[in-house]
């Protein structure tokens, strides 16, 4: 099943998004026509793993970690789905990279990886902007904007094996499997909970793959995961 949240005239409503349509308990939405997709969680932060896929190690030259290697992004970073990607006026290195994310479901701290499955909504599709030339990791990827994030939550996904690729401008930039990831869904999930607490709608990503490049206002971003969909925003002059 997919869940995606509409911005309609009423307000945000949630619901089960099959073919262009949301249906709630109180009717059905078509996006669009009755509104646009949010990104469909709320979280309190997002948790984002990086060098997390041998061949990304391999491409910058980094040592492989010998734990997930992390970093936070802010609630304000949310992008969906069609949303605009503004290009900061402090760097002239924007990079986009695609990732599989997870959602929480539920308030958890210190999960076993065997319970992982058990508090993981579903999943759905981070884009994790990065101003390249910026000093320190906060600075390079902490910032309004830098989180595109849907178009939806697919709540019926295995992770371990998913085809993914990123195109800009209708041409091919990425293309792996989280099958590579050095730490899987469970590993990340378990590690992080037991240095933070998880809440509702909460955002763990898992790390991209190999050729994460730049982009210029005008590049059109999209990034397909196998089961999930695909997330497509475009980059814009801030």
């Not at 998004?17 to 949301?22: P, T």
């Not at 391999?58 to 802010?74: A, C, N, S, T």
């Not at 390079?140 to 178009?151: E, I, Q």
């Not at 800009?168 to 869904?185: C, K, P, Y």
Request: one cysteine or more; glycine letters at 8%.
């Amino acid at each position: 099943m997919r869940i995606a949240r509409l911005l309609t005239p009423e307000g945000p409503v949630t619901g089960e998004y099959d073919d262009g349509v949301v249906q709630t308990e109180d009717g059905f939405y078509e996006v669009g026509r009755d509104g646009r997709l949010l990104p469909p969680c709320e979280p309190s932060a997002l948790y984002c793993v990086g060098r997390n896929y041998a061949t990304t190690l391999d491409q910058m030259d980094y040592e492989r970690p010998e734990e997930p290697d992390f970093f936070i992004k802010p609630a304000t970073s949310l992008l969906a789905h069609g949303q605009p990607i503004p290009y900061p006026s402090f760097t002239d290195e924007l990079t986009y990279a695609g990732e599989l994310a997870a959602v929480i479901d539920e308030r958890c701290r210190n999960v076993a990886e065997d319970e992982v499955a058990d508090v993981v909504r579903g999943y759905t599709i981070l884009n994790d902007v990065d101003a390249l030339d910026q000093q320190g990791r906060t600075a390079r990827k902490a910032f309004d904007g830098s989180a595109p994030l849907g178009p939806w939550i697919e709540t019926d996904l295995d992770p371990s094996a998913i085809d993914v690729h990123t195109d800009v401008d209708g041409e091919r930039r990425q293309e792996a499997n989280t099958e590579l990831m050095l730490f899987d869904v469970e590993t990340v999930v378990s590690y992080l909970s037991e240095r933070f607490t998880f809440r509702p709608g909460d955002v763990v990503a898992f790390g991209s793959p190999e050729n994460p490049g730049l982009v210029e206002p005008g590049d059109d971003v999209e990034i397909t995961y196998g089961g999930i969909g695909t997330l497509r925003n475009v980059v814009v002059a801030d």
